[in-house]
């Protein structure tokens, strides 16, 4: 395995592969969640290439980018564990050599809603760098995770609506045992905040149960369990169409429940995608 630090050395190492190549976009801190897109990438490409790179472009001032948690040694065993070929760790001069980008991607709209309220600017960070990653490492696929849903439909977005020559995969949101999403930002929590958070996959899990009442009963039953945990903030809790995150107020095949809640500091999302009223045909769709 490569572990390249620079464009040039990056280049290098691209241009030695063979086949198709996947492509996994991170931030390091990397879990069981990112495992799984390294496992799903190898799956459907001869070649992996996995970037890991704190953007700073995607957070507001006062969010987290200092204390992002940076365990580069351990990320690049966990790379070479899943057989990954390349690593792509630069630091943000090579990204940005010329500083904060003059242009930019755009979310449009859909960057504006959900997370993109809480966090403006978040996706057009988001977009810029993926489109930069992209044209870097040139993937005939990459691989993205479920968890963060809004960001999956935007990158999905850009690449239709800019016709960039790559395809994108969601693959599922792994859980831990007792159904917390997996995230780097766990690594924040208290014992006690930790359980407080457990409340957001309740949530999503009790909705599930009560889908094919229909809209209002999933909004309900999500609701009612987050406002039972005091420990919790809830920021949104939001049923909207997968494809587009316009509201969903009627019975339809797919839906999108996204909750985003703060347990103490830490601010913690999750989603599921369930049919909603009388139409449902399946549970937790595999590739998203
Ligand atoms: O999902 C993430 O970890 C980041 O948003 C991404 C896609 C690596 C871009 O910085």
Redesign the pocket.
């Known amino acids: 395995m490569i572990v390249a630090r620079t464009r040039e050395e990056l280049a290098a190492a691209r241009d030695r592969l063979a086949g198709t190549v996947a492509v996994v ?3 390091g801190a990397l879990h069981e969640g990112h495992r799984a897109l390294m496992r799903h990438a190898r799956a459907l490409a001869d070649s992996v290439v996995v ?1 890991v ?3 700073p472009l ?1 957070f507001g001032p006062a969010e987290d980018l200092a204390r992002y948690p940076r365990p580069f040694d351990a990320d690049v065993k966990a790379c070479a564990e899943e057989g990954a070929d390349v690593v792509f760790a630069p630091v943000p001069d090579v990204v940005y050599p010329d500083g904060d980008p003059v242009v930019r991607v755009t979310a449009g709209p859909l960057g504006d809603v959900l997370e993109g309220a809480s966090r403006p600017g978040h996706f057009d ?2 977009l810029t ?2 489109a930069k ?1 992209l044209h870097l490492t040139r993937p005939d696929v990459a691989v ?2 479920a968890k ?1 849903a809004q ?1 999956l439909v935007l ?1 999905r977005r850009m690449v239709r609506d800019l016709d960039v020559g790559v395809t994108i995969v969601g693959v599922e949101t792994v859980r831990e045992a007792d159904g917390l999403a997996l995230s ?1 930002r766990n690594a924040y929590l208290s014992p006690d905040e930790r359980t407080a958070a457990l409340a957001i996959s309740r949530a999503l899990r009790e909705a599930e149960t009560v889908a094919p009442q229909g809209p209002a009963a999933v909004l309900v039953a999500a609701n009612d369990v987050l406002d039972a945990e005091p420990g919790l903030r809830v920021e949104y809790v939001a049923l909207v169409d997968p494809d587009t995150l316009a509201p969903v107020d009627r019975s339809t095949e797919r839906a999108l429940l996204a909750v985003a809640a703060r347990s103490g500091s830490t601010r913690l999302i999750d989603n599921v995608t369930i049919p909603v009223g009388d139409r449902p045909t399946g549970m937790y769709s595999k590739e998203t």
Request: overall charge negative.
């Open positions: 976009m991170t931030m970037t790179f704190v953007n995607q960070g988001v760098v993926v990653l993205f995770g963060d960001q990158v780097s």
